[in-house]
């Protein structure tokens, strides 16, 4: 663990998904747990909407999803779409049965939310209410996903444990206002008619500073308010990055993940052999001290680096 911290910036916002795929929900603070934020009932990827074979179904494929407005309660989840009604289903108890799921292959495990829910979203993303989609909830207090098995040259920071719910990767995703503003620059060079926010990119954590562009990548530690976070790998972007988060639609020339392409691919071998030519775009945390972040808050980083 790092011994002396310095400043280089502040929270800017917090961002909760409750289901993945769907639209975020901006929050003022959220609690830091090992598999991902929660803010009293909202929990980070805690729903996802998956096919007849339970695999994960996301704006990858479907890009308008990410226009699905989710809403938790203590007992209901609520959806609203442009032009359906709302949809209200009541959430299953911890404990109860669920069944196996799939995220990237990895088995996990999530409990049914009914025919109508699931009705309800294949109408919005099939066009066919028949469409076999259902929305599972992830009912168990730990993350149902396998433990990590770590790269000691790709991924040094890891442990078995940072394992989040139904998000991809990992449990948390930072992001830098001077990271954004660079790309921003770099695509206005090229031509690009496209100028991104952060949200396009679902940060957990989106921060700004006095800081280079992309100085987080080699951050080994965060400490936001009582929490440290490990910089566990850079996070790859692949065409979600594309989709408008306010249409529901990707841009008609495969930006900004084109110029992303163009500058921000690694050079080096090992990680060439894993990633290809798939680009960096903000860093994956893991938790090493749990606690309480909030809008405002000091970004302090450790003065050790992290291989980059």
Known sequence: MPSTWQQVGKVAKLYIY???SLANVQVDQFSVKPYGAEFNELIDRQFMVVDKKGKMVTARRYPHMSMVVPMVTKEQLVLTYPGMEEMNVNIPKNGEKGKTCDVWGED?????MGDSVGEWLSDIILQDPEGGLRLVFHNQAESSRPDKEGSEYLTPLEKSKDKPLYADGYPYLLLASSSIKELNRVMEEKGVDLEVEETRFRPNIYIEGEFPAFAEDKWSHVKIGDCIFRNVKLCTRCVYTTVDPETGEKHSKGEPLKTLRSFRTSLDKEERKAYGTTPFFGVNLGVEVMG???????VMISSEVQKV
Do not use: A, T
Not at 108 to 112: E, R
Not at 292 to 298: A, N, T, W, Y
């Open 108 to 112: 996990c495990m999530g409990v049914d």
């Open 292 to 298: 309480e972040i909030k809008v405002g808050d000091e």
């Open 18 to 20: 409750p289901i993945k």
